[in-house]
């Protein structure tokens, strides 16, 4: 029973920085794994990072996003820096609990947000 509750997603400029969070309901162990996808218009939903044993990123976001927990407070972050108007999507953050697991794959996740809009203005 986990519900994913997004928040953080507004308008920020290029260069500026921005972080999302996600809260989730109930209890998540720390063997289970958090990722944020991202969805722009007409473009696939696509892995940005995740988090489990250890962090992944997608190639576009390394070095500038980061991923984090707080499993005290169930709560996920995405902190994004130097964004440009190519990061501008919706960003879902997905929970994976149990079964096979791949990180940049979204039928891995068994729990989605509702989905928060980022956009990165020119």
């Known amino acids: 029973q986990v519900q994913l509750v997004e928040s953080g997603g507004g308008l920020v400029q290029a260069g500026g920085s921005l972080t999302l969070s996600c809260a989730a309901s109930?209890?998540?162990?720390?063997?289970?794994?958090m990722g944020w996808f991202r969805q722009a218009p007409e473009k696939e939903r696509e892995f940005v990072a995740a988090?489990?044993?250890?962090?992944y990123y997608a190639d576009s976001v390394k070095g500038r996003f980061t991923i984090s927990r707080d499993n005290a407070k169930n709560t996920t972050y995405l902190r994004m820096n130097s964004l440009s108007p190519e990061d501008t999507a919706v960003y879902y953050c997905?929970?994976?609990?149990?079964?096979?697991?791949?990180?940049?794959?979204?039928?891995?996740?068994?729990?989605w947000g509702q989905g928060t809009q980022v956009t990165v203005s020119s």
């Open positions: 109930g209890r998540l162990f720390s063997t289970s794994a």
């Open positions: 988090i489990r044993r250890g962090t």
């Open positions: 997905a929970a994976h609990t149990r079964g096979t697991f791949y990180y940049e794959r979204p039928v891995a996740y068994d729990y």
